[in-house]
C-alpha cells in the first residue's frame, strides 16, 4: 500500500496521522510506502524525516487574518500563489510520481492545494479533522473525501452533508517501544522512586503554561520538604523557554529536567504520573489513552474556545482540571496539582480517565484499509 499524508504547522496536525500509520503497519499483511506532502519551514520539516518518513515539499503560507497592511501584502501574496497554481503544480508533481492509492489529511493550510489535485486525479481522500470545530481547510475539501474522521459528534454532524463523517476521537500514539518504564526514567535522566510531572505546550511550547511553571509549580515543589522528596519533573519548554528553564533548573533542589523538544511523547507520557499542558485535541486525547491526571491551560485565542471544549468532557467528569488564562488563580492551581498527584496514586481514578480513550488510530486505520484493499480486489 502507498499511502500520501498532507498536513502540518503543528504536532497536532502531524501526530495524528502518524498514529494512524503506526495502526496501519500493525494491520497490514504488506510493505506500507509513505510519501509527506508538507513545507520545507514549519514543524513537519523537522518531525517527519526523524520519524523516516519521506517529505515533499510545496511553497504555500497561511492565511493571515486582521485589516492591518501587512497582512494585507501578505493575503495578496497567499492569493497569487493560488491563482498562478503553483501550490497546485507542486502537489500534483508529488502526487502524479507516488501514484498513492490514498491521500489522508490532517488539515492547516498546507493540505489544502493536495486535497485538491488527488479529487482531480481521483485518488481516495480521507481526512482527520482532530479539532473540537472543523478547520478551514477540513470546511473547503469535506466534500472531496471519502470518509472524515472527527474528534467529536458535533463536528461530525457539521461535516456530514458534504461527506461520511464519523466520529472517532483523535488518533494518538500508543506506547509499543521496548524500554520499561524503568528503563526510560533512566534514558531521562529521571528517579524511579518519584512522580513525574511531565509539562507540555505541545510541540512548539506554550509561553503562560511555562511561565506558570517557572514561577509558581517550581516554587510550590522546592520548597515543600515533602515534594522535594517524591516529585520530579520533566519540561518539553519549547525553543524560546529552553534557557530560561537551563538556568533556573541549577539552583532547585529538586529533579527537574528541561527540554526543548521530547521527541518521542509517547515515552514520556508513559513514565508520567500527571501532565500540565494546554488542551489541545491530541494531547487531551493522550492523557486519556494513558490514564494520567492532568491540569490543562486551555489556548485563549481560538475565536471558538476549541481547547476548552477538547478539555470540557473530561473536567465535567471530575477526571481533569482546568485553569483559563483569564481567571488563573495560583492558589486553584497548586490544589490542582495535588489532587492530581493524589489521583495518580489511585488505579479507579486512572481508569475512569482511560474511559475517555476512543482508540481512534485502529478505526480510522481500518477504515482506510478496508476502503482500499477492497477497492483493490
Known sequence: MRIAITGGGTGGHIYPAVA?????????????EVLW???????????VPALNIRLATIEIMPLKRGLSFTAFEHNAALAWNLLSGKSFMQAARHLAEFSPDCLLSTGGYVAYPACKVAAKLNIPLFIIEPNSTPGLTTLKTAKLARAAFCASASVASKLGRATEAIETGVPIRTYSGGLSKEE???????????????????????????????SILVEMIDSSAELVKSVQVLHQTGKRDFEVAKKLSADLRFKYIPMEYVANS??????????????????????????IPAVFFPYMFHKDNQQILNALPMVQAGVAFMHREDEFSPEDFKESVLDALAGSANPEFRNRIREFDRRAADAVAGKIAATILGAAN
Do not use: C, P, W
Request: hydrophobic fraction near 45%; charged fraction near 20%.
Open 20 to 32: 494512524v500509520l503506526d495502526a496501519l503497519k500493525l494491520k497490514l499483511s504488506r510493505n506500507l
Open 37 to 47: 506532502i508538507g513545507t520545507s519551514n514549519r514543524m513537519e520539516a523537522q518531525i
Open 184 to 214: 526510560i526514567l533512566e534514558k531521562y535522566g529521571l528517579s524511579r522512586n518519584k512522580k513525574t510531572i511531565f509539562i507540555t505546550g505541545g510541540s512548539l511550547g506554550a509561553s503562560f503554561v511555562n511561565k506558570t511553571a517557572f
Open 266 to 291: 509517547s515515552e514520556a507520557l508513559y513514565i508520567s504520573d500527571v501532565l500540565i499542558g494546554r488542551s489541545g485535541a491530541s494531547t487531551v486525547a493522550e492523557a486519556a489513552h494513558f490514564g
